[in-house]
Each structure stands twice: as C-alpha cells, then as structure tokens.
C-alpha cells in the first residue's frame, strides 16, 4: 500500500502560501512544505506531510490536532529534535529570519537551540534533570550559549526564576526537580525556555499535565512574557479551549497535513474544512447547558501508516463524496485574497452545516427527582493513608487526608459528578465508597444494604449492583485476555445466564462489532477499549456505576463518542452514575448533579445549572473561570480568577477552611473574618431556600464566572 | 505514475460501519484471520525467529534435548565400558574424541554428558522456577508480614556458599544425580521469587487487577489469571538463561567430587579425571572436550534467553 502515496502533488500547497505571503518581508520563523516520514517494518510513516506555516514576533499561533496528526513532530523537526534514521526528510525547508536550519550542520544547529529557538515540554517531570539543581540547570543553560561566569550565570538564573513567578527564588533555585510542585517545575521550564531571550518559543502541550487553575497561571505567564519580550509563540496542542483564548492565528492539523488555517475568530466562526467543523461540534461546551446530544465525528483517526487515500478525513467526513477518494485536496483562500487557507473540496457545504441553527437543546433543567430514596447514600466518608516510617518496626507517624469526611447522596437514573483537580481525593473517595479501598470510617449504603458493614463473601456478590469504569482503557484490560474472556469472566464470577448471544449482545450494546470478541485489547484503540470496559461494567445490570474519568484519556474527536454511549446506556438502563472528572465542560454536560472537592472535602454540591451559572464558593469560582471556552468571542470578555499556589499537602492542610491559603477572597476580608477562616472549617450548609444547594464556605456568595 | 489507482475502502457501506462503530486502528497481522493475541505462539515466534544468534541457540539446544533423548542409540561404545588398555588414546576413526583416563569412549562421554546436562539443567530450573514463583507471587501479593518472612528468607539462602550448602544436601541424600537437582534448585530459586515478588508487586496495583476486583474476583483468581500470565514472562526469561548457569554448577560440584558418584560420565568429572594431563602435551582431549561441550551448552541456552527476552518484551512489541 505503500507506493500509493507517490501521486502526492508535492507543491502546491506550498504556492498558495508563496502567493499570499511571498510580498512580505521574511518572516520569523517559516516552515515550508516540511516532510518528516519514519522508515518502520510496517511501512513508511508520514508523520509529517507537507506542512507549511510561519510565525512572527510577538505572535501566537496554535498547531491544533488529535493525537498521531503529526503537530509534535513538526516542531521537534525545527530543533533537530527528531533522530535519523528512522526519520527521513524527503522535503521541505525551515527558515529562521530566511536562514535555512534543516541543512545547517549539527554544531550550529545546537547553537540556536535554547538560544534563538527553545522549547517547553509537555512533561515538567521528566524534562529537568533530577540530579542536578534547578538554578544549576538554568546557568547550564546560560553558559552553553554564552561566555557568562557561574556566579553571574546563577544570578540570572535566580532572575528568570523570579520573573517567572516562583516565589522564594534564590531559595528555590538551590532545590532540586523533586522538590517542586508540577506547576513549579512547568515555570522552571519555562525560565530555562527563556534563559537566552529566544526569539521563538516552542510550547508543546504545556498544560496538558497541570490542573486547569495551575494551567490558567502558566498561560497568563506566557501572555506576560510575551508582551514584555515579544517573544513568537508556537502553542502544539490538542485542546480548542485553551487555543481560543490564547493564539492569533491557528493551524488545524490531520494525518500529517495542515487542513485549515486561519485567525483565531475565523477558525472559530467560520470554519470551512469538515474536519475543524466536526471538533468544534463534538466538544463538549462549559457555557451551553446540555444539548440533547453532542455531535461527534464517527471513527479515529488513521495510523499513519495508513492514511486513506484522497482526503485523509473523508472516512470520517459526512459531507464525502467520491471526489474526496481520489483527489487530494490542496489549501486553497477562503475567500480571494484571504490567509483563510482550508483544503476541502466541500467548503461551502461545510459552511452552511455551520451556520445551521443547531437542534435546540433540551430544557436545560436536570433531572431531579426530589422524594425518591438515593440509591446510593454516603455519610461521613473518610479515608487515611497513615504514613508509616521506621526500619523494622513502622511507626504512623501521621496520614494522608485523601478523604476527610464527605456525604453524598445520588438518586436513581441520575448523574452526580465529583470534580476537583489532581489530588483532591476524588478518585479515592470513588474507590472508597465502592471498598475497592477500605475506608477508615463512615457509612455507605447502596438501596437497602449497607456496603460498609459487609462481609467478604457478601461484598463479592454484591458488586454486581457497584460497578465501575476506568480511567486509562490501555491499563485496566488485562492485555492476556480477548474481549470475550474479560467479559465471560464477570459472568462466571457473579452467576448470571450466559447464553451464546450474551457476548455479542453486550458488545452491540456498547456500539462494538460482535465479531471483535476473540481480539486481544491491543488490537484496539483507545477508544474502542474504553467501549469494552463500559461493557464489563454494565454487564448484569448494575443499580450504580462509577466513571472514573472515563474520556480524559482519549481524543477531542472519541470523547463526545463515549459522552453520548454512556447517555443512552443511563436512559435505556436506567443506570445511576457516579461521575469523577477534572473537565468541567464534560461535567457541564452530562451530570444532573455536581459536587465539588477540594483536599479532601466537598466544598459545594449543587443541581448542574444552579453550580454553573450561580456558583457560591470562591473554589467554584475560580475553578469555573480557569477552564478556557472553545469561544474567542466569549473568552475575551470572561472574567479570570487566577489562583496563586498549588493545592497543600494533604498530609498537613491547613487549619479552619482548608482552601483559605489560596482563596481569593480571604485576602479581601477583613482581620476578625480571615480569623474566623483560619480557626473555624466551614459546614456544608444549604446556601439558599431551594435545599439543594449546599456550600461549605463562611463568606459565600455568587459571582459571576461563566461568562463576560 | 500517471492514473491514480482505484480507491479503497471509503464505500458507503463501509463508511456506515465505520460510524457505527469504528475500526481497530491496526489490523490483524495476518489478513483476515483470527488475531494474534500479545501471547499467541505465532506472534512471539515471528519476532524470536528475527534473532540469528536465537536461532543457532536454538538449534544448539534443540541438538542438546535430541542427544539426551536418543542416547542409548547414538552412542557407539557404552559410555560406561572401561578399556584399560586403551586410556587417553587421542582422537581416531574408531574414538572421535579419542579416550578417556579409564578408556572409555570420549565421544560416548560426552552424550552422556549432554543427557544429564539436559536432565539436571531443566529439572532445577522447573523445581527453582516453581518454588520462587509461588513464593515471590505470595510475597508480593500479601505484602506485609509474610512478604517480610519470605524475603529475609531468600536473603539466608542468597548469603549462603552454594558449595556449603550442597555439601550438607548431598551428605544428607548421599551421591547422585537427585541430590544435585534438590542442592541446585535448593539455592537456585531465591533470584525467581525476587523477580516474581516484584512483578507482582507492581502488577497488583494495576487497573485491570482493580478491574477483576471490582467484579467480585477471589484472591486466587486474580494471582493466577491476571497477574501470573502477565509476570511471568521475565521470570521464564531469567530461568532460561539460569540453565547454563546450573549446568557450569554442576560440572564445578563434580569437579570438586561432591556431585554425581565417580563412575558416571559427567562433564565435570570428565575434567576432572584429567586433571593429571593438564600439563601433558597430546592429551589435551581429555579436558578440551567436556570444557567445550559445556562452553556450547551454555551459550546456547544463554542465545536461547536472549531471543526469548526480546521476543516475549512487550515494549518491543511495536516493532513490526
């Protein structure tokens, strides 16, 4: 299949650009029908296959894909990141101020890296260095590139350290990788990014690992930065939210390819390649109430060792026509003259399908069905991790507060989500209550039975009516066992009939082929894995399923899929769903009730719309303001509320409220009031005369965060 | 190339599928039959069979079990028979290897050699492998106090002199090939149980034994179904390559004549009876032969583990 792909028209993309931009003075940085493709065993991948595009000074642009589009590989490609063999470059140039970097001989190549050209990594984790100090690493980086002494170069590095917010810096730079925070560690990064004044900044995914208040700090960081330096930006990322709040213009990227390019708002309000229609139609948005379905594109996206011929979307396209088979569609004006670029044959189609009212949302009420018993009720749920030290003899020296005292209750064919960022305790509060984990104390009672006071036996039989769904669908299906033995297997462990049709029953369910039964998981995408873990888990009917994160691991385009599977499966089963996410725009979609924790405690719980559009805490608050909209419009007027810090140590939190070393507000109040903060923890109290609405905060009241 | 060739897939019908459900994104390997699973024999053989050295392992070895199992009909002289008159004689027509210190038939010898080479090498490594994996899963999976005890355990048999140690077993059950087998495996099964131990240890965590859990899975069933098949892989590896190890150890305790009785033609004792030669030119044969005969055994069950390393890795799965 390979040779297939030698009727490529090679330059052409690359005229339109020539016409449009050719006029002009060279731009910063230009990338010019770049060609990366790597040599396997299974076939030549394109990882990266005709990509043109450029950056000037002060500029952002975003390079917007899923995953295996080639958007990484590209700016590896201009650091002469990416190793070869097994990367060929078959074409394509890259121009820095109109000098050719990919023929430039590897010494001074190195010398631009980190100095004219630098790069942020999407793991803070991994990309310093933990034997060495973190100041150290910074005046490392100086001194490659400069004839700097060490003494000054540590002094400059204490700067950057300061410049970019970490409070404390000459203490800091003196620690190591392991003694910061994720966020720390990102703005590390990030002084080393800057250490030389690059002219040009590479960020790859860099908040894809941060929670979204540490992410709303990173990005406003940047803006600062690049304000002040006028610094160019080149953001790689896969999330729309974060693009439309921060880029001028975009590149949307598909198997290897630019599909569209254009400003921000034209992306946005006037998309014109189906595939950018398709992503910005199956996101799930944080400002809409729910719509009765989202809209996601069908399929995945190719390998790219096989990308389909023609357009490489038109398998997944619903405007496809037997032109978008054969012909390769080249990026072509929008408009004549316009640096609107998209390559679809179908643009004007695609335009109408977007200016289309869409079907109107459903009443935008949640279910509530007051007077029913819960089907799940958890009272004072606590769970410590002691924290054991001693060499033969371990004493407890202290414990892990992951969860502190949390009561919930979920009524039948509902949806209650848990939200809070990493380490709130949300995931094991969800193992808690299914005693996955044991818990140190409190009552969970599933229906009639009290879950906590079962015996092992009886616990066993019991999950038939708990079930959960996991959050990693490559790491919870064991790789040894096909679909119908990880299926088979809860059969056999809980009783139930177990018919010749009951595997291909359950898989059609879940929206599988019957025939992908004797597969093994790893024939599987990401996706269709998760697929088969909803299927263990509705199997025999459960009353009540736990979803622990189940779409944050997959793609733009797969996540509305599952979000609308996991809908109809609630409707027609009636199933009760406990929801654990980080992703507030999910949360915003699918959940009848929402709960939020912080360090261990929930700090509101309220109906969806009544948390969204009148949230009461200032955790809320800021949280709901941090997750960027996938608007320009919208985000331009939005109010932020950028939280300082990261979340304390639950080993140790903080006295009274537990949010108050972080809390907005406790900084406005006057001194008996922060008093009262600091001595007293506030009660999940009912905040208004409707019952439903409880917030665990002394000074609560409504702001506005949603939208301008 | 001027016509575009005829497009593929992208039919309506298919399309709907595809938005019905959606494909894998890799294909089985082999058209469309049934798939390979990650453990499927097809699969690890395709990738072993990439490995040279792997392969002339396994023809040494292959060589090796052939030796052991047809012995009695390869061998032209019993490998027992003495010939006084005819002691050290070098090699010729009639005695390929030429003979040893009490005349018998090197060649002969040394099949015999292999036999019990084959023998005591994969009857320790089966007995070691099954204590250390049963008590390295115990240890890892129920942590604790039992993990404690077991591992300070090993730790006794890690700390002590292989030889020691054999010395005691074979005083206990006198000569012979079984005391061998039980003072080898004995101090053999410590590194296994480690292995296991820490496999488990960081399997059991895992989501999908999470998962087996949270559908009412026993203990039992989720040490043998979910962790074992999925630990085991390194553990097989190790234990391979541990077999050249026990035969070179075998050999050494024959040599030093604590291990199988004087009479039996054991590699090691082969070289030990010439010892007195060492120095004697024309008689190298006496030791040059045994001492390559377990230099070829042991590289070939080394080349054996090594092809078997990279094939059963899941991390080089990806490669083609």
């Known amino acids: 299949m390979a040779d297939t792909a030698g009727t490529t028209p090679t330059s052409r993309g690359e005229d339109v650009l020539g016409a449009s931009g050719g006029s002009r003075t060279a731009p910063l940085l230009e990338v010019r029908d770049l060609r990366v493709h790597f040599d396997t065993p299974a076939g030549t991948v394109k990882a990266v296959d005709g990509v043109s595009w450029q950056v000037d000074e002060g500029e952002t642009l975003a390079i917007v894909g899923e995953s295996g589009s080639g958007k990484s590989v590209s700016a590896m490609t201009i650091l002469g990141l990416v190793p070869s063999p097994p990367a060929v470059f078959p074409g394509g140039q890259v121009l820095l101020r109109g000098r050719s970097l990919l023929d430039m001989p590897e010494a001074r190549q190195r010398k631009l890296r980190g100095n004219e050209i630098s790069m942020i990594f999407q793991d803070p984790l991994t990309a310093l260095n933990p034997v060495f100090k973190v100041g150290e690493q910074i005046a490392e980086m100086i001194r490659t590139h400069r004839k700097v002494g060490k003494a000054a170069a540590l002094r400059k590095a204490v700067d950057l350290l300061g410049e970019v917010g970490i409070p404390n810096p000459r203490v800091r730079a003196a620690q190591y990788p392991h003694e910061f925070s994720g966020g720390m560690r990102q703005r590390a990064m990030i002084a080393m990014a800057l250490a030389n004044d690059p002219q040009v900044l590479l960020a790859d995914e860099p908040t894809t690992a941060l929670d979204v208040t540490v992410q709303a700090q990173i990005m406003q960081l940047l803006e600062d930065l690049q304000a002040s330096r006028n610094t160019a930006i080149v953001l790689i990322t896969h999330d729309l939210g974060l693009v439309a709040s921060h880029a001028d213009r975009i590149a949307v990227m598909y198997a290897g390819r630019i599909v569209e390019t254009g400003t921000c708002e034209e992306i946005f309000t006037a998309p014109r390649h189906s595939y950018t229609h398709g992503l910005l139609s199956s996101l799930a948005r944080m400002d809409h109430a729910r719509p009765e379905k989202l809209e996601p594109i069908p399929g995945q996206p190719p390998s790219l060792s096989r990308v389909p011929q023609g357009c490489a979307f038109h398998p997944r396209c619903q405007f496809a026509t037997a032109e978008c088979t054969t012909e390769v569609p080249i990026l072509v004006p929008s408009r004549p003259g316009s640096d609107h670029l998209h390559a679809c044959l179908h643009s004007d189609r695609v335009a109408a399908a977007h200016s289309a009212p869409r079907p109107p949302a459903a009443v935008a009420t949640a279910r509530v069905e007051t007077g029913v018993p819960p089907v799940l009720e958890v009272e004072g749920l606590v769970k410590h991790f002691p924290i054991r030290s001693g060499l033969l003899f371990k004493r407890t020296i202290g414990a892990v507060q992951a969860v502190d005292g949390i009561d919930l209750d979920i009524e039948p064919g509902t949806t209650l989500s848990l939200v809070g960022e990493s380490g709130c305790g949300k995931s094991t509060a969800a193992r808690t209550i299914l005693r996955l984990q044991e818990p140190t104390a409190g009552s969970v009672r599933l229906g009639s039975r009290d879950v906590t006071a079962m015996r092992k036996e009886e616990l066993r039989k019991a999950r038939e009516d708990m079930q959960i769904v996991f959050q990693d669908p490559y790491a919870s299906l064991n790789p040894r066992m096909t679909v119908r033995q990880i299926l088979t297997e809860k059969y056999e462990l809980l009783g139930g009939e177990l018919t010749e049709d009951t595997i291909p029953d359950l898989l059609e369910t879940v929206g599988l082929s019957a025939e992908y039964a004797d597969r093994y998981p790893h024939e599987f995408s990401g996706g269709q894995r998760q697929r088969v873990g909803i299927a263990r888990a509705i199997a025999l009917n459960p009353r009540f399923v736990v979803l622990d994160e189940p779409v944050s691991a997959l793609d733009v385009s797969i996540q509305a899929q599952i979000l609308n599977l996991l809908e109809d499966l609630q409707r027609e089963f009636g199933l009760t769903y406990l929801f654990i996410a980080h992703d507030l725009s999910v949360v915003r979609h699918i959940s009848d009730r929402v709960a939020v924790m912080y360090l261990g405690g929930i700090v509101e719980l309220a109906d969806r719309d009544d948390l969204f559009e009148r949230p009461q805490h200032p955790y809320t608050q800021a949280l709901i303001s941090a997750v960027p909209i996938p608007d320009p419009a919208v985000e331009r007027s939005r109010e932020r509320i950028v939280l300082t810090g990261d979340v304390p140590n639950p080993a140790d939190p903080p006295s009274g409220c537990r949010f108050r070393t972080r809390c907005w507000k406790h900084l406005e109040l006057s001194d008996p009031d922060k008093q009262r903060c600091i001595t007293e923890r506030p009660a999940l109290d009912l905040a208004d005369g409707s019952g439903r609405h409880r917030v665990a905060c002394h000074f609560a009241g409504e702001r506005q965060v949603l939208r301008g | ?320």
């Open chain 2, 1 to 320: 190339m001027t016509t575009l060739p005829p497009p593929t897939g992208g039919s309506p019908a298919d399309t709907a599928e595809v938005a019905a459900a959606a494909r894998p994104t890799t294909q089985a390997p082999h058209g469309g039959r049934r798939s390979a699973g990650p453990g499927q024999l097809s699969d690890i053989w395709r990738r072993y069979r990439r490995n040279r050295l792997a392969l002339l392992g396994l023809g040494i070895v292959g060589l090796l079990v052939f030796l052991a199992i047809f012995e009695p009909f390869i061998t032209p002289f019993s490998p027992f028979e003495q010939n006084l008159l005819n002691t050290t004689a070098p090699p010729s027509a009639r005695h390929w290897f030429g003979t040893d210190v009490l005349g018998r038939d090197m060649f002969s010898a040394i099949i015999y050699g292999a036999k019990l080479a084959v023998i005591v090498g994969l009857a320790t490594v089966a007995m070691s492998l099954l204590i250390g994996v049963v008590f390295g899963a115990i240890a890892g999976f129920r942590g604790g106090a039992v993990d404690s005890v077991i591992m300070r355990t090993t730790d006794v048999f890690l700390a002590f002199p292989l030889l020691v140690g054999a010395i005691l077993v074979v005083r206990t059950f006198g000569a012979g090939v079984t005391p061998v087998i039980i003072a080898l495996a004995l101090f053999g099964w410590t590194t296994s149980a480690r292995l296991m131990r820490g496999q488990t240890l960081a399997l059991r965590e895992s989501e999908y034994v999470e998962a087996a859990r949270s559908i009412g899975a026993t203990d039992r069933r989720i040490i043998s179904r979910h962790i074992l098949p999925n630990a085991i892989a390194p553990v097989l590896v190790y234990a391979f390559t541990n077999i050249g190890v026990v035969v070179v150890a075998m050999a050494s305790l024959s040599f030093l004549g604590i291990g199988v009785p004087a009479d039996i033609p054991e590699w090691g004792r082969l070289i030990s009876q010439s010892a007195p030669f060492f120095q004697v030119p024309g008689k190298s044969h006496l030791w040059a032969f045994p001492a390559l005969a377990i230099c070829v055994t042991t590289l070939g069950f080394a080349f054996v583990a090594d092809g078997l390393r990279d094939a059963l890795d899941p991390k080089l799965r990806g490669r083609g």
